[in-house]
T-cell receptor
Framework: GQNIDQPTEMTATEGAIVQINCTYQ??????LFWYQQHAGEAPTFLSY????GLEEKGRFSSFLSRSKGYSYLLLKELQMKDSASYLCAVTGGYNKLIFGAGTRLAVHP | GAVVSQHPSRVICKSGTSVKIECRSL??????MFWYRQFPKQSLMLMAT?????????EQGVEKDKFLINHASLTLSTLTVTSAHPEDSSFYICSARTGLGGRVNQPQHFGDGTRLSIL
């Protein structure tokens, strides 16, 4: 079967660093994506990992460990506009993206 | 690049109406488009995978006769919700992936979504 777990909600302070974890179990693995989704809007692409290690892109970094079925999204220098849901999604068999339930991040002043 | 346009953004209609939603890839060819449904505070649930020139592949539990999908060209896929009822009210989102030949490491790019409200 396929299962993706991530925390439901997180809070953080403006300017701080926050790490959002994601664990997954899938039949077949072709990469892991992180998307950001503001309320009432469609998701926007943040990052993609297919090999183990850290991918850095500005304030956002994403890490993958395939052997552990684990990824995290690291957000640095948090801004108020980073308040959103962050979706972990895994590409499994048949080229389909399977989404986690999302983590709602609230950034406070 | 990689812009996906979805129209309309919001629909409010009476029960029993059929509603068509369009999804267009504006600056790339999309051999595969995906249709998702999202209920409040829940994740995206894949409804079907739409392949240009062939029948859509529906996920388990999704009624293919109720949710008609047509992918007639490399830049357009449509989802028609037939005889919609209040329980069909949801946020419907399409996505498209760049790259031909089914490369799986290309990100899906999402349309802005359609909020469907059935009265």
């Amino acid at each position: 079967g396929q299962n993706i777990d991530q925390p439901t909600e997180m809070t953080a302070t403006e300017g701080a660093i926050v790490q959002i974890n994601c664990t997954y179990q899938t039949s077949g693995f072709n990469g892991l994506f992180w998307y950001q989704q503001h309320a009432g809007e469609a998701p926007t692409f943040l990052s993609y990992n297919v090999l183990d290690g850290l991918e850095e892109k500005g304030r956002f970094s994403s890490f993958l460990s395939r052997s552990k079925g684990y990824s995290y999204l690291l957000l640095k220098e948090l801004q108020m506009k980073d308040s959103a849901s962050y979706l972990c999604a895994v590409t499994g068999g048949y080229n389909k993206l399977i989404f986690g339930a999302g983590t709602r991040l609230a950034v406070h002043p | 690049g990689a812009v996906v346009s979805q129209h309309p953004s919001r629909v409010i209609c009476k029960s029993g109406t059929s509603v068509k939603i369009e999804c267009r890839s504006l600056d790339f060819q999309a051999t595969t488009m995906f249709w998702y449904r999202q209920f409040p505070k829940q994740s995206l649930m894949l409804m079907a995978t739409s392949n240009e020139g062939s029948k859509a592949t529906y996920e388990q539990g999704v009624e293919k006769d109720k949710f008609l999908i047509n992918h007639a060209s490399l830049t357009l896929s449509t989802l028609t919700v037939t005889s919609a009822h209040p329980e069909d009210s949801s946020f419907y989102i399409c996505s498209a992936r760049t790259g031909l030949g089914g490369r799986v490491n290309q990100p899906q790019h999402f349309g802005d979504g359609t909020r469907l409200s059935i009265l």
